[in-house]
C-alpha cells in the first residue's frame, strides 16, 4: 500500500503543477494532502494511522516539517541562506539602475565591428551581468529590449541572436554569485551528512569495523566552496558560446555580420567604456575577491555586494547631472580611509593603549560615518528617483519569500516520499543498475535534464538534490565530493532555462521580441547553445579539477587552513614530497651529514641523545620511502585481477541488502495483518511465500560469490595492511627525526630570555627572608611560571619552596635551602645554554631550514603556498576507494 500513497503523492504533485498551481503551494500541498489521505485510510482499514508509512507516520512526518522550518529560519549554524536576499537585492538594484543597459550598449559599440562582435558582446555582457546580478529573468529582458533590436537592424540571423540572448541570460544560474549554487551548497549540506551514514554503514559492513577513517570520509561543501567550484565551468561555458558564435560568423558571415561603430573610437568613448565597466567589474573582484582571499564569507560578500549596488545605482540614477559622483566619491575616500587607518593603527576597542590607539580609533569612527553617509546619500536618491528603492525592496522581498516557501514546500513533499519508502525504492534503482557509479550518474543527469523540460530550477535543486545527491556521494567508487556534483547539477539544470517548451528564458524573451521574431526561430535558436551546454557538462565531468582545484586552494592557503597532519592530506602530501626527495634527495643527506657532525657536547646528555637519534632517522626516511613506493607497487600489481572479483562481491552484497529491505517491508505488511485481522489467510501465505522466495534468493546470491574471493580478500588485505603499516613507520619516522630539533631549538632561542630572569630568581631569597607567608608565594609561584620550557628541575625546587612558606608559621630555612639548590640549577642551566647557542645555534638552524619543508613538513603549522598548489591539485581529482570498502 505505500507504494500506492507513493504514486498518488508523484500524481498529485504532477496534476497540481501542471494545473498552473503555484508551486509553493503544489509543493506542500501534494504531500500534506497524501499524508491526511494515507492517515485516515491506515485508520479506517488497519486501525493504525501509520500502517501504510515505511517510516514512521503522520507526526513523525510533521515532527519533521516542523524541523525543517526551524532549520531554514531559526538555526544559527544553518545560515547559507541569508545570502539569499542579499544577492537578490544586489541584482535588482544593478538592473533597475540601468547598468545593465549601459553595459549592453557599450559593449556591442566595442565589439559590433568584429565579425560576430554583437553576439560576442552579449555573451559578454552576460557573463558581466551573471556576475552582479544572478537574476536570469532581468538580464534576458534587458538585453532582448536593448540588443536584440540591434542585432536585428544589423542582419542577424533571427534564431542565432535570439539563442545567444537566451544562453547568455542563463550565465547567471552557474557564475557566482548565483542563487542557485547558494540553494545547492544548503541542500548538498543535509545530503552529504546522509550520504556519509551510508558510506560508514557500508565501511562498517565490508570489513566489519564500526568508525570510518577520516581520509574515506565525506566533507560538505559551502556556499563559498560552490562559488569557487562554479567559476572555472562557467568560464568554460562563456568561452564555448564565444567559439560557437565565431565560428558561425566565418561559416556563415551572413548569419552575424559585423555593425561599424558610426560614432569615434576617442579619449571620450573610451572615458566612457572605462566608467561603464570599471565599476561593475570593480564590485565584481570585491565581492568574489573577497570569499576566494578569505576575508569575508558568502553572507559577509552578499552584504558588500548589496552596497556596492547601492552606491553604483546612487550615481548612474542621477544620469549626467552635476554632483551625481560625490556619494561614490565619498564612499570611495571613507574605503581608503579605513584602510590607511587599520594599516597605522592597532584598532582593538576593547584594548586601546595610549595616545595612539584612541587616536586609531577616532579616525576608523571618522572614517566609517563618512561611508555610512555615503550609504545613505545613494539610499536616499535610489528612494527619491523613479521610486527605485521601493521597487527593488518590494522584488527582493517577493523573490527572497518565493524561494523561502518553496524550501519550505520542498521539504515537506520530501518527508513524505521518505515516509512512503520512496527514497529506498530510488536507492534500489540506482544501485541495481549494472556499471557502477557512471551508470548510476548518467540516469540522473539524464533525468534532470528532463525535467528541466517541465520544471523550474529551485524545484529541481530542492525535490531531486536531496534524494539522489545521497546516494552518488556516498559511492566508494567515483568518491566524487559534494562540489563537484553541486556544480554539475548547476551546469545541468542551466538548460530547464533554455528547453522547450516550458524554458522561462523563451517566454521571458518572447515577451518583448517583435513580431518580426517567430517563436520556432527562438526554439531553433537555443538548440546549439543547449549542446554546447552538454559539452560543457561533458568537459566538466571529465575534469574534476576544474571544479575542485579553486576550493581546495583557497582553503588550504586560507587563515583556517588544516595543518600538514591532517589525515586527509597525507597521501597527497606524501605524493608531493617523495617527489621532492627524488630531487633534493642528495642535497638533504648531505644536509643530515653535516648536522651530524655538530659538537654536541654542550648539550645535556638527554637532548644529546634526542637529536642524535633524530638524525638517524632523518637518514632512515629515504629507505622508508622506498618501502612505501614498493608496497604501493606490490598493491597496484595485484588490483588489476583483484577489482573485477571485488566488484562482483560488491554487487553482491548490493543486490542482498535490496533483498533485505524487501523482506523487512513484507514482513512487517504481515505483522499488520496479523496484528490488525485486516488480511485474509490467503494473503498471509502469499506474503509468507514472498519472504521465503526472497531469502531463497538471498541464498542464491551468496552461493555465487566466486570461489577465489576469499583467498584474493585475504591477500590485498595483506597487502593493503604492509601497505599501511610502511606509510604510518614513514610517518612516524619523520615526526621523530624532526622533533628533537623543535625542542632543542625553542630552547636555545629562549636563552636570552631565561637568562634575564636570574635577577628576579635571586631576589626570591629576600622575599623568603622578609615577606609574609602568602605573598612570598605568590612571588615565588609567579617567578616558576616565568621560566618556560625545559626547565622542570628548576621549577621542582622552586615549588618546594613555595610549600615551605605555606601555614602560618612559613619555614623559611627550608624555603631558603631550596631556593639555593633551584638558583644552582639554573645557573647551570643557562650556562650549557648559553654555550650550546654559540656552538650549536647556526648549525641547527642551518638544518632546520634544510629538511623544514621536507622531512619536517608534518609539524609545520601550514603548508607554504606553493606546496598547497601541488597538494590541491591532487586532491582536486577523484580517487576509487572503494577495495577498502
Not at 724 to 737: F, G, L, S
Request: net charge neutral; aromatic share 8%; hydrophobic share 50%.
Amino acid at each position: 500500500m505505500e507504494i500506492v500513497f507513493l504514486i498518488v503523492l508523484m500524481l498529485t504533485m504532477m496534476l497540481a503543477l501542471g494545473g498552473g498551481f503555484p508551486v509553493a503551494f503544489a509543493l506542500p500541498g501534494s504531500a500534506i494532502v497524501t499524508i491526511a489521505l494515507a492517515a485516515v485510510s491506515g485508520l479506517l482499514f488497519e486501525g493504525d494511522t501509520a500502517a501504510y508509512f515505511v517510516h514512521g507516520g503522520p507526526l513523525q512526518w510533521l515532527s519533521a516539517g516542523v524541523t525543517n522550518f526551524r532549520g531554514i529560519y531559526w538555526e544559527a549554524e544553518r545560515d547559507t541562506l541569508i545570502a539569499v536576499p542579499l544577492f537578490i537585492f544586489m541584482g535588482i538594484m544593478l538592473e533597475r539602475s540601468k547598468i545593465a543597459e549601459d553595459l549592453l550598449i557599450t559593449m556591442a559599440q566595442l565589439f559590433g565591428p568584429v565579425p560576430g562582435g554583437l553576439g560576442i558582446s552579449v555573451v559578454i555582457v552576460g557573463a558581466l551581468l551573471a556576475a552582479t546580478t544572478g537574476i536570469v529573468g532581468a538580464t534576458v529582458i534587458a538585453m532582448g529590449l536593448i540588443s536584440l533590436p540591434v542585432m536585428l537592424r544589423a542582419n542577424y540571423s533571427h534564431s542565432l541572436a535570439t539563442g545567444t540572448i537566451n544562453a547568455s541570460g542563463t550565465l547567471g544560474q552557474i557564475i557566482p554569485p548565483s542563487i542557485v549554487l547558494i540553494i545547492l551548497a544548503d541542500q548538498l549540506s543535509n545530503a552529504t551528512d546522509q550520504a556519509s551514514a551510508i558510506r560508514t554503514a557500508d565501511y562498517k559492513l565490508g570489513t566489519g569495523k564500526v568508525s570510518l577513517p577520516t581520509e574515506f570520509d565525506l566533507t560538505s561543501t559551502s556556499a563559498g566552496d560552490m562559488f569557487l567550484g562554479a567559476f572555472l565551468p562557467g568560464m568554460v561555458l562563456v568561452g564555448l558560446y564565444i567559439l560557437y558564435i565565431l565560428v558561425v560568423a566565418l561559416i556563415r558571415p551572413h548569419m552575424a555580420p559585423p555593425a561599424p561603430y558610426k560614432g569615434k573610437f576617442d579619449r571620450a568613448f573610451a572615458q566612457r567604456v572605462f566608467m561603464v565597466l570599471v565599476p561593475p567589474l570593480a564590485l565584481i573582484f570585491t565581492v568574489l575577491g573577497s570569499i576566494v582571499m578569505g576575508v569575508a564569507t558568502v553572507n559577509q560578500a552578499g552584504a558588500l555586494g548589496a552596497v556596492g549596488a547601492m552606491v553604483m545605482a546612487g550615481y548612474r540614477l542621477m544620469g549626467d547631472r552635476k554632483g551625481a559622483y560625490h556619494p561614490a566619491l565619498l564612499a570611495i575616500a571613507s574605503i581608503a580611509a579605513l584602510v590607511a587607518v587599520l594599516s597605522t593603527f592597532d584598532i582593538n576597542v576593547k584594548n586601546i593603549q595610549g595616545a595612539s590607539g584612541w587616536i586609531g580609533v577616532v579616525l576608523a569612527a571618522v572614517a566609517s560615518a563618512a561611508f555610512l553617509a555615503s550609504l545613505l546619500w545613494s539610499g536616499w536618491r535610489a528612494y527619491k528617483i523613479d521610486d527605485t528603492l521601493q521597487g527593488v525592496m518590494v522584488e527582493t522581498a517577493k523573490t527572497t519569500s518565493l524561494v523561502f516557501i518553496i524550501l519550505i514546500g520542498a521539504a515537506m513533499l520530501t518527508a513524505a516520499f521518505r515516509a512512503f519508502g520512496g527514497e529506498e525504492l530510488v536507492k534500489d534503482f540506482l544501485t541495481g543498475l549494472p556499471g557502477g557509479f557512471v551508470t548510476k550518474f548518467v540516469v540522473v543527469m539524464a533525468v534532470i535534464f528532463v525535467l528541466g523540460f517541465f520544471l523550474d530550477f529551485i524545484e529541481i535543486a530542492v525535490v531531486v538534490v536531496p534524494i539522489v545527491a545521497p546516494i552518488l556521494l556516498a559511492d566508494p567508487t567515483a568518491n566524487v565530493t559534494a562540489v563537484w556534483l553541486g556544480v554539475m547539477i548547476g551546469v545541468n539544470m542551466q538548460t530547464s532555462f533554455l528547453t522547450p517548451p516550458f524554458g522561462f528564458a523563451l517566454f521571458y524573451l518572447r515577451g518583448v521580441a517583435p513580431a518580426i521574431v517567430k517563436t520556432i526561430e527562438m526554439y531553433k535558436g537555443v538548440i546549439p547553445f543547449i549542446a554546447l551546454q552538454l559539452i560543457g557538462l561533458v568537459i566538466v565531468g571529465l575534469s574534476p579539477p576544474l571544479v575542485n582545484y579553486l576550493p581546495n586552494r583557497v582553503y588550504l592557503t586560507s587563515e583556517t587552513a588544516p595543518p600538514p597532519k591532517n589525515p586527509r592530506l597525507q597521501a597527497c602530501l606524501e605524493q608531493y614530497l617523495f617527489g621532492v626527495f627524488d630531487q633534493d634527495g642528495g642535497r638533504l643527506k648531505a644536509s643530515i651529514a653535516v648536522a651530524r657532525a655538530l659538537p654536541l657536547g654542550s648539550l645535556p646528555d638527554k637532548y644529546q641523545k634526542s637529536l642524535e637519534d633524530g638524525f638517524k632517522k632523518a637518514e632512515a626516511t629515504f629507505g622508508l620511502v622506498e618501502k612505501v613506493r614498493a608496497a604501493e607497487v606490490a598493491i597496484a600489481a595485484f588490483v588489476p585481477g583483484f577489482a573485477p572479483l571485488h566488484a562482483q562481491v560488491r554487487d553482491i552484497r548490493v543486490e542482498t541488502w535490496a533483498l533485505d529491505r524487501k523482506i523487512k517491508r513484507h514482513s512487517k505488511d504481515k505483522d499488520d495483518m496479523s496484528r490488525y485481522g485486516t488480511g485474509s489467510a490467503e494473503e498471509i501465505l502469499e506474503l509468507e511465500a514472498r519472504i521465503e522466495d526472497l531469502n531463497r534468493q538471498k541464498d542464491d546470491l551468496k552461493a555465487g560469490t566466486p570461489p577465489a574471493w576469499a583467498a584474493g580478500h585475504k591477500e590485498y588485505l595483506a597487502l593493503a595492511g604492509t601497505e599501511t603499516k610502511a606509510r604510518r613507520t614513514y610517518r612516524r619516522n619523520v615526526d621523530d627525526a624532526y622533533e628533537p630539533l623543535i625542542e632543542v631549538r625553542k630552547l636555545l632561542t629562549g636563552t636570552a630570555a631565561l637568562a634575564a630572569l636570574e635577577g628576579q630568581i635571586e631576589a626570591l631569597a629576600q622575599v623568603i627572608a622578609t615577606a609574609p607567608g602568602v605573598e612570598a608565594m605568590i612571588t615565588i609561584k609567579a617567578a616558576s611560571s616565568a621560566l618556560g620550557d625545559g626547565t622542570s628541575k628548576i621549577k621542582s625546587k622552586l615549588n618546594k619552596a613555595r610549600r615551605a612558606m605555606k601555614g602560618e608559621s612559613p619555614k623559611r630555612d627550608k624555603a631558603a635551602k631550596q631556593l639555593a639548590a633551584a638558583l644552582e640549577l639554573f645557573t647551570a642551566e643557562v650556562a650549557w645554554r648559553q654555550e650550546a647557542v654559540e656552538k650549536l645555534g647556526p648549525g641547527l638552524a642551518a638544518y632546520d631550514a634544510a629538511i623544514a619543508q621536507t622531512i619536517g613538513l608534518r609539524q609545520q603549522a601550514r603548508l607554504a603556498t606553493e606546496q598547497a598548489k601541488e597538494v590541491a591539485s591532487c586532491l582536486s581529482i577523484h580517487r576509487d576507494i572503494s577495495l577498502s570498502f
